[in-house]
């Protein structure tokens, strides 16, 4: 567990000097770094946004020397994961679906919609179009017993309306990661697909060799994080090329 600890802190930290990526998603929020899809907090605007079981904590943190406590929203079910699209929109992983929210008037959040799929673990993804979830079983943990292993890509362009394009089979999924129309995904290793067409979904590149369970993307760089260390690669014609592993 320490090991998971210690490797996921030093992916986020490798990435929070990072220069403001515009419109490129992230789980550390819009122009303060770049995160993981398993993270557990994520940052849009001047507010923080931490998952905690089943409920949603909110912080203000404009003051840098003092985040202010502001709310506990229950969201009634097992959360896993959130994600910072922009500074309006989060996205939440749970056990048995996702939950879109707009924080554009934080503290104050509203619920979008809810796209559910069965019990399942839930990590989540997403760009301007479309969101990416890896649906697994866990072997060590009931509440996912009834999983799937499979990608689900989720039309998002009526944020109140997802809908289901298409499911891609997978061996046993977990963090996953987006970079224009590829999508890196630790899947018994880390592959690598192109989702230009999201119903003709191709592998591009397979890394077998790394047991990643998480991936944090910026731009052409990708470091995968695993219980024994990082490797970090350089994405480059749909192939990945490893520069260095700790």
């Given at each position: 567990?320490k090991?998971?600890?210690v490797f996921?802190?030093?992916?986020?930290l490798?990435?929070?000097?990072?220069?403001?990526g515009?419109?490129?998603?992230?789980?550390?929020g819009?122009?303060?770094?770049?995160?993981g899809?398993?993270?557990r907090?994520?940052?849009?605007g001047?507010?923080?946004?931490a998952v905690?079981?089943?409920?949603?904590?909110?912080?203000?943190?404009s003051?840098?020397?003092?985040?202010?406590y502001?709310?506990k929203?229950e969201?009634?079910?097992?959360?896993e994961?959130?994600?910072?699209?922009?500074?309006n929109?989060?996205?939440?992983?749970?056990t048995?679906g996702?939950?879109?929210?707009?924080?554009?008037?934080?503290?104050?959040?509203?619920?979008?919609?809810?796209?559910?799929?069965?019990?399942?673990?839930?990590p989540?993804?997403?760009?301007m179009?479309?969101?990416y979830?890896t649906?697994r079983?866990?072997?060590?943990?009931?509440?996912?017993?009834?999983?799937?292993?499979?990608?689900?890509?989720?039309?998002?362009?009526?944020?109140?309306?997802?809908?289901?394009?298409?499911?891609?089979?997978?061996?046993?999924?977990?963090?996953?990661?987006?970079?224009?129309?590829?999508?890196?995904?630790?899947?018994n290793?880390?592959?690598?697909?192109?989702?230009?067409?999201?119903s003709?979904?191709?592998?591009?590149?397979?890394?077998?060799?790394?047991?990643?369970?998480?991936?944090?993307v910026y731009?052409?760089?990708?470091i995968?994080?695993a219980?024994?260390?990082?490797?970090?690669?350089r994405?480059?014609?749909?192939?990945?090329?490893?520069l260095s592993?700790l």
């Amino acid at each position: 567990m320490k090991k998971y600890l210690v490797f996921s802190l030093l992916a986020g930290l490798l990435w929070s000097c990072a220069e403001d990526g515009g419109d490129v998603a992230s789980a550390g929020g819009a122009g303060t770094g770049q995160g993981g899809s398993l993270a557990r907090f994520t940052i849009a605007g001047d507010h923080l946004y931490a998952v905690n079981g089943s409920s949603l904590n909110v912080f203000d943190i404009s003051n840098n020397s003092n985040a202010v406590y502001l709310s506990k929203h229950e969201l009634f079910t097992t959360v896993e994961t959130i994600f910072t699209r922009d500074t309006n929109t989060i996205f939440i992983g749970s056990t048995t679906g996702m939950f879109i929210y707009d924080v554009s008037d934080a503290p104050s959040i509203q619920r979008l919609s809810t796209y559910q799929h069965i019990v399942s673990c839930d990590p989540v993804v997403a760009d301007m179009d479309y969101a990416y979830v890896t649906l697994r079983t866990e072997q060590n943990n009931n509440f996912c017993w009834r999983g799937v292993n499979q990608l689900d890509i989720v039309d998002i362009r009526d944020l109140t309306n997802p809908k289901l394009v298409s499911s891609f089979p997978m061996v046993k999924p977990i963090g996953l990661g987006i970079y224009g129309d590829t999508l890196l995904v630790c899947d018994n290793g880390l592959k690598v697909l192109n989702v230009a067409d999201p119903s003709a979904i191709k592998i591009l590149d397979v890394d077998e060799d790394f047991d990643a369970f998480d991936v944090i993307v910026y731009n052409d760089l990708v470091i995968a994080v695993a219980p024994d260390g990082l490797s970090q690669y350089r994405f480059h014609k749909g192939k990945l090329n490893l520069l260095s592993e700790l």
